[in-house]
């Protein structure tokens, strides 16, 4: 099992800056891949960002590309995502995943982090 803890979520003016983290805990040496999701109230669940364990594969969504940033701290179990430029639009919740060798899939989650950006 892994266990997933988001923090860093908040309240900013757009054109501001957020980091987000990420902390995983458990069976960490499974995880293949992990990423950011976010839900906006009334929106279904949409991908934001997503990194390999290695660092060699980065995705980013078109609606965040040059906005945002995923890295990873192996050695803290760690990954952070960087909001530059927020706008309005990125208001959500920001979920936490990880996909685990010999899954194709996320299987583990985190409980969220409320980020709001004003006007």
């Known amino acids: 099992q892994v266990q997933l803890v988001e923090s860093g979520g908040g309240l900013v003016q757009a054109g501001g800056s957020l980091r987000l983290s990420c902390a995983a805990s458990?069976?960490?040496?499974?995880?293949?891949?992990m990423g950011w999701f976010r839900q906006a109230p009334g929106k279904e669940r949409e991908f934001v960002a997503t990194?390999?364990?290695?660092?060699?594969?980065?995705i980013y969504a078109d609606s965040v590309k040059g906005r945002f940033t995923i890295s990873r701290d192996n050695a803290q179990d760690t990954v952070n995502l960087q909001m530059n430029s927020l706008k309005p639009e990125d208001t959500a919740v920001y979920y936490c995943?990880?996909?685990?060798?010999?899954?194709?899939?996320?299987?583990?989650w985190g409980q969220g982090t409320q980020v709001t950006v004003s006007s």
């Open positions: 458990g069976r960490t040496f499974t995880i293949y891949r």
């Open positions: 990194i390999t364990k290695s660092g060699d594969s980065i």
């Open positions: 995943a990880a996909v685990i060798y010999g899954v194709g899939e996320y299987r583990f």
